[in-house]
């Protein structure tokens, strides 16, 4: 069973930038695929971004050419690179592993992400 662990949130003004980071623990890392998603207040869980375990990405229309997620399988670690913040992006980051055997989901704890002037 995988543990995660999300940091880099923060405050940032429109048009700024952030990088998120989710490290894993208590498995083998690489065999998980992995995945961002958002929570803003009074809106479903939605997915932002996800990286496969031979390194495809997908990524949601409303941050597409902006968000770039990354996987360092040395680090144990998945990135969300967000530029070109907008107000629309505020929310809380979830960092999510599937499995890629048993497709079980495991999520971290969250960070807030909050786009403000």
């Known amino acids: 069973q995988v543990q995660l662990v999300e940091s880099g949130g923060g405050l940032v003004q429109p048009g700024g930038s952030l990088r998120l980071s989710c490290a894993a623990s208590?498995?083998?890392?690489?065999?998980?695929?992995m995945a961002w998603y958002r929570q803003a207040p009074g809106k479903q869980r939605e997915l932002v971004a996800h990286i496969t375990t031979s390194f495809s990405t997908n990524y949601a229309d409303s941050v597409k050419g902006r968000f770039t997620i990354s996987r360092d399988n040395a680090k144990n670690t998945v990135y969300l690179q967000m530029n070109s913040l907008k107000l629309e992006d505020t929310a809380v980051y979830y960092c999510n592993a599937q499995y890629i055997i048993t497709e079980a989901l495991y999520w971290g704890q969250g960070t807030q992400v909050t786009v403000s002037s």
């Open positions: 208590g498995s083998i890392f690489n065999i998980y695929s």
